[in-house]
């Protein structure tokens, strides 16, 4: 085998020096039939070539001139992918072709990695990269989908969709759905992470985001969302929107619009832009301390990646349509049993009431911020809202009478341990060994010498949940 140098040393002497082939041969040290070869080959290209009637075949014959020598394999490679490997893998393709004729579009397609570790259950020796070379043969054989490149207008557009995101935090593994709003004329995203995906999230974030901007677009764009689209009508297949999301959006002066289904790339905006976001904050990032250490980064990475997106942003926020309307105030009511922790459970968390209602069913309004409880029309008290899962909200003042009693309940107790911090650092420095006389101080029945702040503390710690709600209208949940 000789190299490319060897090769123009051959064609150089024979036509720049007019040497024969056996004095280059000899010159050399090269076979003569080596010599010959490249010569002819030569020959032929250059013919090749001053026949060429177009650039492209002129710069193919060029470079076969001058390129590297080139040289038939004695051996053909002997591929991993056998023929009873090749049987199975199209009988797999061939039922992921079936489902999608029974279900219709899905997005349970069948992967490179789902089939190499289907291969390796029947027990074929094959690598994943000759499965993925395989499946990208396959689907280079499939139509390739088309779409048509937009443009928008600054503030007329604003594109709407949730995401999953798995993280650890406080050493636990959690779910969180992290909101998407992205701006097509700016190419701004806003997200922020929630607890779940139901229409509470859906109003709440909605309302943050406009006052993140200062107004509201002419459009928002939205999946076919549960909460947000609760029927079709049938035959017209005319979708019926939540109530609560047509009053936000007639308050705020939005239009609602939704994709077709299964049509992701009528917003492919806010598509791209939550997987990248997703990406690019938690591929490497994942492990948080706690939930207020996440939330935080959240917030700095969104100030980073709009940073570079200032100028049209300002553009875009001095087109949208400015508030004329203090804050949207969503709530939403029920009913609710006050169990024999006197603790109410609304949306898988937990709010404690004075103990003398355990039994009775109480009513409760939600808005985005609180819970207030009422008996009848009469408030009870107000907690802020907890936006986890199997959360606490407690008060001491709730449990005069059973604490009086029980004074050894209180240490291991859940209502000492989400008390305020200030509380629980005043019962462990004074009263630790003494559950009795922390909460004799704590009723009012006698004074401690180190009291004076801390008595202060401790009454609000009673008296935080009096204030009243503002009147609103609601919906049930």
């Known amino acids: 085998m000789i190299n490319m140098i060897e090769k123009n040393g051959i064609i150089s002497m024979h036509i720049h020096e007019q040497k024969s082939k056996r004095e280059i041969s000899r010159i050399l040290g090269i076979s003569r039939n080596t010599v010959d070869k490249y010569i002819s080959e030569y020959e032929s290209n250059l013919k090749a070539l001053k026949e060429s009637e177009h650039d492209y075949e002129s710069r193919v014959h060029q470079q076969s001139l001058l390129g590297k020598p080139t040289y038939k394999r004695t051996k053909p490679n002997r591929s991993a992918f056998t023929d009873q490997m090749k049987i199975e893998f199209n ?3 061939e039922e992921d072709k079936r489902r999608d004729e029974l279900l219709g579009d899905n997005k349970q397609k069948l992967s490179a990695a ?37 443009t928008y207008d600054p503030g007329k557009r604003a594109e709407y969709d949730f995401h999953q995101v798995k993280l650890i935090v406080e050493g636990v593994k959690k779910t969180y759905h992290q909101v998407t709003i992205a701006l097509p004329y700016s190419d701004v995203y806003w997200f922020k992470l929630y607890h779940d995906e139901t229409r509470h999230t859906l109003i709440k974030s909605i309302i943050e985001f406009i006052e993140f901007m200062g107004g509201t677009f002419e459009s928002m764009v939205f999946d076919n969302l549960s909460p947000l689209v609760k029927h079709y009508v049938l035959r017209k297949q005319d979708k019926v ?74 553009t875009e926020k001095a087109s949208i349509k400015r508030l004329q309307v203090p804050r949207y105030i969503y709530a939403s009511e029920g009913i609710s049993i006050v169990n024999s922790y006197s603790l109410v459970t609304i949306s898988n968390n937990h709010y404690s009431v004075p103990e003398r209602y355990v039994g009775k069913a109480i009513r409760y309004v939600k808005t985005t911020e609180t819970i207030a409880l009422y008996d009848g029309t009469k408030l009870i008290c107000k907690h802020g809202l907890l936006s986890g899962r199997n ?31 200030e509380t629980k650092r005043y019962y462990e420095t004074f009263c630790h060994e003494d559950p009795k006389a922390f909460l004799e101080h704590l009723y009012g029945k006698v004074e401690l010498k180190e009291d004076n702040e801390m008595a202060r503390i401790l009454e609000n710690q009673i008296q935080g949940f009096n204030a009243l709600i503002p009147e609103v209208s609601y919906g049930r949940d």
């Open 114 to 150: 789902k089939i190499y570790r289907e291969l390796r259950k029947k027990g074929y020796e094959v690598s994943q990269s000759t499965v993925e070379r395989a499946f990208r043969a396959y689907k280079e054989t499939l139509p390739k989908e088309v779409y048509i490149k937009q």
């Open 241 to 314: 929107y939540d109530e609560e999301l047509i009053k936000l959006s007639t308050y705020y002066g939005f239009k609602i619009s939704t994709c077709n289904a299964r049509s992701g790339w009528e917003k492919g905006s806010v598509e791209n832009g939550g997987k990248y976001v997703r990406k690019d904050l938690f591929s490497l990032n994942y492990r948080f301390d706690d939930e207020a250490e996440l939330m935080s980064y959240v917030t700095s990475e969104q100030i980073k990646i709009n940073h570079s997106k200032a100028t049209k942003f300002e």
């Open 91 to 93: 009988q797999m393709i």
């Open 391 to 421: 959360d606490h909200s407690m008060s001491l003042g709730h449990y005069e009478k059973t604490l009086k009693r029980k004074p050894g309940a209180l240490p291991n107790s859940v209502l000492l341990k989400v008390s305020s911090e």
